[in-house]
């Protein structure tokens, strides 16, 4: 919650969405119940930043379809979701739940594995794949880290291409930003490893992706 509130921008009135999707199956309603109960509790700690939350709950067949038709219903902007590394049978057959969602939303998707509290973090460092610059939603992926770097009071490191480089730079400028941004090289993905030996505890390190189909996908990339 403490991301989706620093990711919103503060000009925007709507609210912030806090969705819950349970399996329908003869659980359901219990499930449904203490889910409701879990965001209850998100809204209580979310109203200390004067921040408004609506909670969605949704029972489907699917997660993956529930997630799909909520966000279409209230037109969402960005789609936030927690990192489960666990992989369920269901999902190996059939796909994966993040592959699922990606093949039926076009909206901004982050899929966040938060260690620490985002107010101990130090540094942010980003890195984007070649052509990336060439996606549909750059631009918003760039006002949206400007945002981030605002918020948490953190300094930024991109790595990309020098292509890549120049036209975020141009879209900070646009927006009249004063952050200041710092540039390690990546001209290939496959660098990504090599860009650990800058991470420290205290960073939060983001990685941008591209979905299947777009020009700044690489086959290294499928594979992290």
Same mark, same amino acid.
């Given at each position: 919650?403490?991301?989706?509130?620093?990711?919103?921008?503060?000009?925007?009135?709507?609210?912030?969405?806090?969705?819950?999707?349970?399996?329908?199956?003869?659980?359901?309603?219990?499930?449904?119940?203490?889910?409701?109960?879990?965001?209850?509790?998100?809204?209580?700690?979310?109203?200390?930043?004067?921040?408004?939350?609506?909670?969605?709950?949704?029972?489907?067949?699917?997660?993956?379809?529930?997630?799909?038709?909520?966000?279409?219903?209230?037109?969402?902007?960005?789609?936030?979701?927690?990192?489960?590394?666990?992989?369920?049978?269901?999902?190996?057959?059939?796909?994966?739940?993040?592959?699922?969602?990606?093949?039926?939303?076009?909206?901004?998707?982050?899929?966040?594995?938060?260690?620490?509290?985002?107010?101990?973090?130090?540094?942010?460092?980003?890195?984007?794949?070649?052509?990336?610059?060439?996606?549909?939603?750059?631009?918003?992926? $760039? *006002?949206?880290?400007?945002?981030?770097?605002?918020?948490?009071?953190?300094? =930024? !490191?991109?790595?990309? @291409? %020098?292509?890549?480089?120049?036209?975020?730079?141009?879209?900070?400028?646009?927006?009249?930003?004063?952050?200041? $941004? *710092?540039?390690?090289?990546?001209?290939?993905?496959?660098?990504?490893?090599? =860009? !650990?030996?800058?991470? @420290? %505890?205290?960073?939060?390190?983001?990685?941008?992706?591209?979905?299947?189909?777009?020009?700044?996908?690489?086959?290294?990339?499928?594979?992290?």
């Amino acid at each position: 919650m403490d991301f989706a509130v620093m990711l919103k921008d503060v000009q925007q009135k709507e609210s912030i969405y806090a969705l819950t999707v349970v399996r329908d199956d003869e659980e359901a309603v219990v499930k449904a119940q203490l889910s409701k109960k879990m965001l209850e509790e998100v809204i209580r700690h979310a109203s200390a930043t004067d921040t408004e939350v609506e909670i969605r709950t949704r029972v489907d067949l699917s997660v993956a379809s529930g997630i799909t038709r909520a966000v279409k219903e209230i037109n969402a902007t960005d789609l936030i979701l927690g990192w489960n590394a666990k992989v369920r049978t269901t999902d190996r057959l059939f796909g994966s739940t993040l592959n699922n969602i990606l093949e039926n939303v076009w909206q901004t998707v982050y899929v966040c594995h938060l260690i620490h509290p985002l107010n101990t973090n130090k540094k942010m460092l980003v890195a984007l794949p070649p052509y990336m610059e060439y996606e549909i939603g750059f631009r918003h992926l $760039v *006002n949206k880290i400007r945002g981030l770097v605002v918020e948490m009071g953190v300094s =930024l !490191t991109i790595s990309c @291409t %020098p292509q890549t480089k120049s036209v975020f730079m141009k879209e900070i400028e646009k927006a009249r930003s004063s952050i200041q $941004v *710092n540039y390690n090289p990546l001209n290939h993905p496959a660098d990504l490893l090599n =860009l !650990t030996r800058f991470i @420290t %505890p205290d960073d939060l390190f983001i990685v941008a992706g591209a979905r299947k189909g777009s020009i700044s996908l690489d086959a290294y990339m499928e594979g992290l």
